[in-house]
């Protein structure tokens, strides 16, 4: 293998916004962020919106993200 062509292959602490669920794997994602984990060690973190914790097809609950909602409701409110 040739040296210094690899990307960091670490372990990541993933923090799901939406649901406060964190779990831990390895990636290669870069981040600033950093976050201690329970078992006393600092690793990189990275914060999600979507995660399996907080996923419809997982939880079986009804989630609505209305991101273009605002724009639509502002055009009909005052289309002539």
């Known amino acids: ?3 210094d062509i690899h990307p960091n292959y670490r372990e990541v602490i993933f923090h ?3 649901s406060d669920f964190k779990f831990i ?3 290669t994602i870069d981040t600033n962020e950093t976050m201690k984990w329970e078992d006393g060690n600092e690793y990189p973190l990275v914060k ?3 995660s399996s914790a907080s996923h ?4 079986g609950k009804k989630l609505f993200v209305d991101t273009a909602g605002r ?3 502002f055009n009909k409110k005052y289309k002539k």
Do not use: G, H, I, L
């Open 71 to 73: 724009v639509e409701k």
């Open 48 to 50: 999600v919106e979507v």
């Open 56 to 59: 419809p097809f997982y939880t």
């Open 25 to 27: 794997t390895k990636s």
């Open 1 to 3: 293998m040739k040296k």
């Open 16 to 18: 799901d916004t939406s």
